[in-house]
């Protein structure tokens, strides 16, 4: 079995620690402005779902070093797009393409466990789409200069951002955002909705998405994130359909280790110790939703 | 056939009166914080209910008494979660479970006429959930603290509070309340757009609400607001069904008793004096809806 | 083959322009206060319908005079709703009745170029539906009084505006707005988001509109911004369907003439020169989705 280390991983373009059941990656390629490399997509992907699947998690940080000069400026075009195709849909045409920005996108999606990006630097398209828009909380510096510039380079926004952006502040915003290509600071009001924090420096950044990071960590039950999450993100079809899903498992959850200790920790007013974790305390029921498998020749369009 | 006067049904938990078309209900459990209880559960689901059939009401308002210490402090679990499960679900499995602040949301949002809350108080747990989501309008003292607390005690958000905040604020501000559990004000950016609005005294909050839903009984038609409301909860799943509905509904109302008032008051300039009721002047293709049939036994995951 | 010059139409109450790849359309009842009337009705389908299709145009901007008394007042109903029946759903019963404000909502969605309105007066009714919601941009004069008095009239919203309204701002506001009828100004918390560009006098706002358009239509690709929107209104049911069809997208257009243009610019710190167009470079993929036949006997409720 694979060592589960992170240190062990052998990663060359992120760092990474684990302290506090929290796992920090930092993007570690300043001197290419943290553009998004295949490299890079490899090991971003690799940890989020080690992550996923260790026990010791249970908030998941990205950030970059705050001295580059960018937090991500996005995929390194300059040899033109042809880069990002595989020969697999060259070979066998259009619909084999599978966008990396999209399976990173999904894979930390699908994190069970709670993640925050610190955006401490400008960020421009795969740095606004798949390291953002999936997260639960982003934290950005004030001063971050901001783009999604997909129709200003001939392409359509990617990642799945023209899913989860609309879904995330409303389909007027994400509009004005992925319609125009502009650039923008965390306080316009065409994004602002978008952060759960705007710190003014980007020093400042990262320890504030720590700081919330532990203090989430500390006291809040893993496997109730995950099945929040599994909530948020698979609600249901209708109210009725929600009210069958939430009743299954606050049964469930309410009857277990973690529910059984919430509840206690209220009576005492004390905060929670909880101990529950995904591999002992879920359930078969869970995931409760189909998975689309998007590789080629299972999935079509 | 039972009697449809609000004070003779012997409710013991609530207070209630009906004026000017519109009926109050105030929550009567100051000395327990205005917890969530059985018989208050039961009470609130009978009287939505009948709101719901009875032509005389147009407008429906929530409120607890300004002086209790909460507007509803949620559900009292110091017994642990063990004492909202019932008997059914305990011998046949966790899948026959149905989560009670589930069933009184579904009966508000499902309720034809307006509704609104005035949330005077703190509030926490199915006090934020049941007793504000489903509602049309919610007013709140500006000095009221709020929390999703679910993830803090060991369980996930309940009373179909993930299907209906995402879609009331967006995922980006649902996602700071639910996974955080925080306490917030209603000033706060992640909840404020969740109300209609903010008075800056315990005092105010019920007569704003009750002022508002007097103004809307008198001006607005009681079969337009439960299409209207149809339509928004019900829109289709593409902008082509959904013009087909409300393509329907329009022939329908604008040839209706109310749909003629209307026009000729907004002829004669002056306010409409609206006679349609629900029991009268709808039609049998009123709901258009599939309502999931939630009971066990009838529906299964 | 029909002329494709805006000029050559013979349009009664609108004006036309193309410049710059923009077509400038204003709505020209100033003595009706701007009412939306049938042949108003008739001539926004017609020219939306021909600007979808014609490749030299790349983003329409729809105004009015502002002398007019409104942007748009909305339908005239002084002579009741009867007018708006057609003669066939007056024979064949209600469900054959198909809402005009909706055919044209549709028809300005549909538009494969860039959608922007500059509401530069006050509006109500269906000129703040159809004339507004289906826009991929809207901007207004600050002083501008806004109504959705639907309620208030004895009907429901119309124009798919129960289906546009809560996507593009939230269930909260869309309900506040929809549900009360009540009058707001652009600064209103229950609408603002609504708006692209808020403008201080009602001279300003079709300049600002149409600066914005040209930028935009400058600078983008067509193709891009046709996949763009198809993305945002047609973005899957899941973030794995999602992920399918960008990846074809970006497949095809980073593939296109627009895509090693855009690469090209960016490599080289120039502005892009995109020549693609969707009659030549598009594909049969597109569009994805199923539309809906809403013609009567096609579509049954």
Known sequence: MASLEYSEQGYKEILTSLENS??????????YRNTFSGGLFKELVHIFDLADRDDRVRAVVLTSEPTAPAFCS???ISGGWGSLWKEESE?????????????LAMT?????????????????????TALQLPFDFRFVWSGAKLTFPFVRRGINPEATSSYLLPRL????????LLLTGATVTPDSPYIQSLYHQIL????????????FAIELAENTSQVAIAYSKGLLQHPGDSVEE???????AIKLLGSSVDGEEGARAFKERRLPKF?????????????????????????KL
């Open 242 to 248: 929600n009210h069958l899903l939430d009743s299954r």
């Open 200 to 211: 003014p420096t980007r020093e400042e950044v990262y320890p504030a998405a720590l700081a």
């Open 74 to 76: 996005g995929a390194d």
């Open 22 to 31: 929290v796992l920090s990656i930092t993007i570690n390629r300043a001197k």
């Open 108 to 128: 930390i999606y699908r994190c069970r466990k709670l993640t925050i990006v610190a955006v401490n630097g400008h960020a421009a398209g795969v740095g606004m």
């Open 275 to 299: 101990t529950g974790t995904l591999s002992k305390n879920s359930s078969p029921w869970y995931p409760w939703w189909h998975r689309l498998d998007v590789h080629h020749r299972k999935a």
């Open 91 to 103: 070979k066998e045409g259009e619909h084999a393409h599978r966008d990396s920005g999209g399976i």
């Open 169 to 176: 502040i409303g389909h007027s915003r994400a509009t004005s």
